[in-house]
């Protein structure tokens, strides 16, 4: 009967016994193939976004014309604030891999406060990407959308700068109030209204000449072509509604699917921003209280320092493909 | 756990005395990359944006390929994949790469088609 147990005491079974294959422990091989998978699903994302903007390669918007904001500063600066944050990312993620190396020689206290400012780090890093969601969706200039889905900018031809619609729109007597299903129809319900109605927009048009449309198609020089002023007045004819910021449905920066992706790849990254600084907190907790002090290693110190390095590569990839590229 | 750390990069041409001096001039590396993209994107040197390689422009294969090279870096030192047995290195950086080179070329060639039916063919938009 001896030859069909199996041989020696397996000690700490939930951690996976003491077999070791790969030379990692179970936590930390199994923390890997996570991280794999998980890369392959952002890969996904990504990948999902390279078909999109290939297959509208001609209109797609120009990422450095998108996110021109920087908190506390008015004015154009196009990706300071996004370096900003890869930089925070980075920088945290080596005050946890100094967090785990203090672990590796047994040193309490420098896990503490290594472990504290990856955790500052992070938040200030979450904190920058709501930020960044925030003025996204806001807007900027304001845009028209035309029967077709496509988007109509606007350009001062004086100084070949964009204009807002507040520069030019005009102020019509119309009233135009929100339907609310308690007065109107009970299954219907509508979003806010945008500030400008089409028509006050069109007059506004009318009544500046040097106001002229942006289209969403990119010429040889890499830049959006803009229209002349009868050209204009042509396109303008086929609008259909102002647009304000993005959400999933509109965006005034161009196609929808840019925004679509924006708020999906962001969104899903920073939700493992999130989930990182949570475990972080658990673990920096766990290190407090003297845990791994007890147990003899800082290895869960190592595993969840694994999970946000991997958030920060995700980060290096993100930062690439939608915003350099 | 493995304590033994391999203190040099670059192939041996920058070497550490600790391992905590090596996670600083990793630092240092990646900051520099970073800049460097940061401030190609901002330039955007005429030269790199109107000369194509392989039907991409020059810029953006610097792009990618300073990106690689970061994430080599933050995974090999970082997450101390330089320290790890190659079967666990390869078991989990292999599989990555096979995979995610034959999602994007399907992707990307088949996004490429679209746009040219788009421009060639009888369909203009659908959504």
């Known amino acids: ?325 | 756990m493995a304590h033994a750390h391999k203190l040099e990069i670059f192939r041996g041409l920058w070497k550490f005395k600790s391992n905590t001096q090596k996670i600083w001039g990793v630092l240092v590396f990646l900051t520099l990359v970073t800049a460097v993209e940061v401030a190609l994107g901002i330039i955007k040197p005429h030269a790199l944006t109107t000369s194509h390689v392989l039907g991409m422009k020059a810029l953006n294969w610097i792009f990618i390929i300073l990106t690689l090279v970061k994430a080599y870096y933050i995974a090999w030192d970082f997450m101390h994949l330089r320290d790890e047995k190659s079967s666990l290195r390869r078991a989990v950086v292999w599989t990555f790469l096979f995979l995610v080179a034959y999602l994007s070329f399907i992707l990307l060639v088949e996004g490429n088609y679209i746009y040219n039916v788009f421009k060639d063919g009888f369909v203009t938009w659908n959504f």
């Open chain 1, 1 to 325: 009967m001896d030859s069909t147990v199996t041989t020696g005491v397996e000690e700490s079974v939930w951690g996976g016994g003491d077999n070791r294959p790969l030379g990692a422990s179970y936590g930390k091989m199994m923390m890997w193939f996570f991280i794999l998978s998980d890369a392959l699903t952002f890969s996904g994302f990504l990948a999902a976004y390279g078909f999109s903007r290939f297959k509208f390669i001609e209109t797609w918007p120009i990422a450095d014309e998108v996110f021109t904001h920087v908190p506390f500063f008015h004015g154009n600066y196009p990706m300071y604030y996004v370096a900003f944050m890869t930089f925070v990312l980075i920088m945290s993620s080596v005050t946890m891999v100094l967090a785990v190396d203090a672990g590796h020689r047994m040193k309490k206290n420098s896990v503490i406060w290594y472990m504290f400012l990856t955790i500052i780090g992070g938040a200030i890093f979450v904190g920058s990407q709501a930020w960044e969601w925030a003025t996204f969706i806001q807007g900027d200039y304001g845009a028209v959308e035309t029967k077709g889905g496509r988007i109509l900018q606007f350009v001062n031809a004086d100084t070949g700068e964009r204009a807002a619609l507040a520069d030019f729109a005009a102020t019509l007597p119309e009233e135009r109030t929100i339907h609310e299903n308690k007065n109107g129809i009970w299954f219907y319900s509508e979003g806010s209204l945008p500030t400008y109605s089409v028509n006050e927009v069109l007059e506004g048009f009318k009544a500046h000449s040097n106001i002229v449309v942006r289209t969403e198609t990119i010429n040889e020089e890499g830049e959006k072509v803009v229209l002349s002023r009868q050209e204009s007045l042509a396109k303008l004819k086929n609008a259909t509604q102002v647009v304000e910021g993005a959400n999933l449905i509109h965006n005034e920066y161009g196609s929808r699917l840019f925004a679509d992706f924006f708020f999906f790849i962001t969104g899903f990254h920073g939700f493992h921003v999130f989930s990182g600084v949570v475990f972080n907190l658990i673990i920096f907790f766990n290190v407090a209280l003297g845990t791994y002090e007890k147990r003899g290693h800082y290895e869960m110190v190592e595993k969840v320092g694994l999970y946000w390095h991997f958030v920060d590569l995700v980060w290096v990839f993100v930062f690439t493909f939608f915003y350099l590229v």
